[in-house]
């Protein structure tokens, strides 16, 4: 009850206020059950290391998909979503290039998804009701049996364990290998499935966080039942059942308490989720060009953009360059639709056009990082790096985890040929590479030989120094 209180007092209300005056408090089934006391300043800091330490395993180990403007569109649902808790805000979301509906979140915030999860959802409030469900997990923290393990190392192993999980594909491990069998009782025994009541619990209070954020509950209930006959696939990860085990009864609950809830509309037509979700199809091989054409015949303008890219990706830029005219009939303004386009126009090497076709929108929306990314690229190709790199470093000052970011700092250091320092940065970029692609031990490798080359420059050794250590702190963390 406590929660609720101050989640309103932090003017998190709005969107109840909004709403015909639904009194969660009142209702024992919209009650978030206390879960003692608060998390410490060390904790937090404990939480984010964690999640940073879990963000550099995964892409180690699972086939990530690095892709800026997916990502944030799918971010900012997960933030508002989050902004409904009292957790702090993410270290960053991850796109797994697999076909299986499966989503996970881990303390300190990283969430991951499966491209299957967006490929077999049919609106951004089914994504919503996945998300809230496992953000749930997190606020409840259900990763911990005890207070005791949340204090100690109890909670990085169970991150690792976790993660140890997710590499089913290398099943030689006795948790993949269960994985691989499909044994719920194995995973069990490592305490990686959440318990009957913890998923009731994750259902409830997932769906109220939801509602708050302004999506429409009855979602989940769709999605619990499109997962619910959606066939298992050959998979890097587990089955999502495995983890959150779903029975009839969990289902029914969760369309009762929607019913309950007062009316939220889901527009019928999400032209940007259609988009996301060919596009999504594309990256991850889950859409053939058969299926893309019979829609563009239909002028699906979401089918048009998903084409364009299936053509980038085969190298046909001339094919994707006319069906982006066609595209631009109904609309050249999207943001996809100039990325797109300046994908093209890189892949022909009309560079100076590339920088044209992005530069006004990405001028426009300063915040917008995929554009301001696909920006970069194109007046790095130009060779007009101090503008490229004014940038990135502003993306990378806010979020210094960005992997997509600092492979363009590496990309801009290395063909910027007449620059001072030039090996030295050339080595710095790539040992941020490397470390946020989860290989700590070459990434302080090469930093300690930017070390000896930088060793006359006592300002930039000194900073190479600290990054070093910084590194090697944080690598002591076993998981
Ligand atoms: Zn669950």
Same mark, same amino acid.
């Given at each position: ?120 959802a049919r609106n951004?409030d089914e994504v919503?009701g ?89 979602s989940?209930?769709d999605f619990?039942?499109v ?62 060009? *058969?299926?893309?054409? !019979?829609? =563009? ?6 089918? %048009?953009? &998903?084409?364009? +890219? @299936? ?115 050339? *080595?710095?970029?790539? !040992?941020? =590479? ?6 700590? %031990?070459? &990434?302080?490798? +090469? @930093? ?32």
């Amino acid at each position: 009850m406590k929660k609720i209180l101050l989640a309103c007092g932090l003017g998190l209300c709005s969107t109840l206020a909004q709403t015909q005056s639904v009194d969660f408090s009142s209702s024992p089934q919209f009650s978030v059950p206390e879960i003692g006391s608060g998390v410490g300043l060390l904790d937090q800091q404990k939480e984010r290391a964690i999640g940073e330490k879990v963000y550099r395993e995964v892409h180690r180990q699972l086939p990530v998909t690095e892709n800026p403007w997916m990502e944030d569109r799918l971010l900012s649902v997960f933030t508002h979503i989050l902004s409904q808790t009292q957790l702090n805000q993410p270290v960053g979301l991850l796109l797994i290039n697999d076909p299986q509906i499966n989503a996970f979140a881990v303390p300190g915030g990283l969430f991951a998804l499966n491209a299957g999860l967006i490929n077999s959802a049919r609106n951004m409030d089914e994504v919503a009701g996945v998300m809230a469900h496992e953000i749930a997990h997190v606020s409840q923290r259900h990763y911990s049996r005890s207070q005791e393990a949340f204090k100690g190392q109890g909670l990085l192993s169970l991150a690792g364990i976790l993660v140890g999980a997710l590499v089913a594909s290398q099943a030689d491990g006795d948790v993949g290998a269960a994985v691989m069998m499909g044994s719920q009782a194995a995973l069990m025994d490592k305490q990686l499935t959440y318990s009957r009541n913890q998923e009731r619990e994750a259902d409830r209070i997932g769906m109220q966080y939801m509602y708050r954020a302004g999506y429409n509950p009855q979602s989940m209930a769709d999605f619990f039942e499109v997962m619910h006959r959606s066939t298992s696939r050959v998979s890097f990860l587990p089955d999502f059942w495995l983890t959150h085990p779903l029975t009839t009864e969990r289902m029914s609950e969760a369309r009762l308490r929607a019913n309950q809830l007062p009316q939220v509309k889901t527009s019928l037509v999400d032209q940007d989720f259609e988009i996301l979700r060919w596009y999504s199809r594309v990256l991850s091989g889950q859409a053939t060009e *058969l299926q893309l054409n !019979a829609m =563009v015949a239909q002028k699906n303008y979401a089918a %048009e953009l &998903a084409l364009v +890219s @299936l053509h980038i990706k085969q190298g046909d830029f001339s094919a994707a360059q006319k069906l982006l005219n066609e595209a631009a009939k109904q609309n050249a303004s999207h943001a996809l639709f100039t990325i797109l386009q300046t994908d093209v126009l890189l892949g022909q090497n009309k560079t100076a056009d590339a920088v044209n076709a992005v530069k006004s929108s990405a001028i426009i929306m300063p915040e917008n990082r995929a554009l301001n990314y696909k920006y970069a690229e194109a007046l790095i190709r130009n060779k007009e790096y101090a503008q490229a790199q004014l940038i990135l470093q502003r993306f990378l000052q806010a979020n210094p985890r960005d992997l997509s970011g600092w492979r363009l700092m590496l990309q801009m250091a290395d063909a910027d040929k007449d620059a001072s320092f030039r090996s030295v940065n050339v *080595l710095r970029y790539r !040992a941020e =590479v490397e470390y946020w692609g989860g290989d700590e %031990e070459r &990434a302080i490798k +090469s @930093l300690l030989q930017a070390q000896r080359i930088a060793k006359d420059s006592k300002s930039l050794s000194a900073k190479i120094k600290q990054r070093v250590d910084e590194m090697q702190n944080e690598r002591k963390l076993k998981i």
